[in-house]
């Protein structure tokens, strides 16, 4: 069955590996607290045992250099969409707490994006992560 929205996390390309994959992961958290709804059922194997829930839909993880993040940052607030960000600081704070007072120091033109992610409807996704190419 198709999806009538996207999940899309776009990331800097110039991260190392471990940045790549952290980034994305806590991306990909903000969304499902977000939009809950989205998380499918439990999984079992044929033993019984019980594994997490997982999102329902396909991630699409694009990578792009910092002016592509910039303008998908953009196009993504100029059409009102919810934007998940991890900025260059991330990496340097230990906690939650720290990341939310490390984004909230940056005005939002000055943040130092090394990711963002997004959920809406699949064209308006599309728009935003114009530029960018899929992750290989």
Same mark, same amino acid.
């Given at each position: 069955?198709?999806?009538?929205?996207?999940?899309?996390? +776009?990331?800097?390309?110039?991260?190392?590996?471990?940045?790549?994959?952290?980034?994305?992961?806590?991306?990909?958290?903000?969304?499902?607290?977000?939009?809950?709804?989205?998380?499918?059922?439990?999984?079992?194997?044929?033993?019984?045992?019980?594994?997490?829930?997982?999102?329902?839909?396909?991630?699409?993880?694009?990578?792009?250099?910092?002016?592509?993040?910039?303008?998908?940052?953009?196009?993504?607030?100029?059409?009102? +969409?919810?934007?998940?960000?991890?900025?260059?600081?991330?990496?340097?704070?230990?906690?939650?707490?720290?990341?939310?007072?490390?984004?909230?120091?940056?005005?939002?033109?000055?943040?130092?994006?090394?990711?963002?992610?997004?959920?809406?409807?699949?064209?308006?996704?599309?728009?935003?992560?114009?530029?960018?190419?899929?992750?290989?």
């Amino acid at each position: 069955m198709a999806n009538d929205t996207k999940i899309a996390v +776009l990331l800097r390309d110039d991260l190392a590996p471990w940045q790549r994959l952290n980034t994305a992961a806590f991306l990909v958290s903000g969304v499902t607290a977000a939009w809950p709804q989205l998380v499918g059922e439990p999984y079992a194997d044929a033993d019984g045992t019980a594994y997490l829930a997982m999102l329902g839909q396909p991630i699409l993880v694009f990578e792009g250099d910092a002016a592509t993040l910039r303008e998908a940052h953009t196009r993504a607030l100029r059409r009102e +969409l919810t934007v998940g960000v991890f900025t260059s600081d991330l990496f340097r704070t230990g906690n939650d707490e720290d990341n939310r007072a490390a984004v909230r120091a940056v005005a939002r033109d000055d943040l130092d994006l090394v990711g963002l992610a997004v959920h809406a409807p699949r064209n308006a996704v599309d728009k935003v992560v114009k530029g960018a190419r899929l992750h290989p």
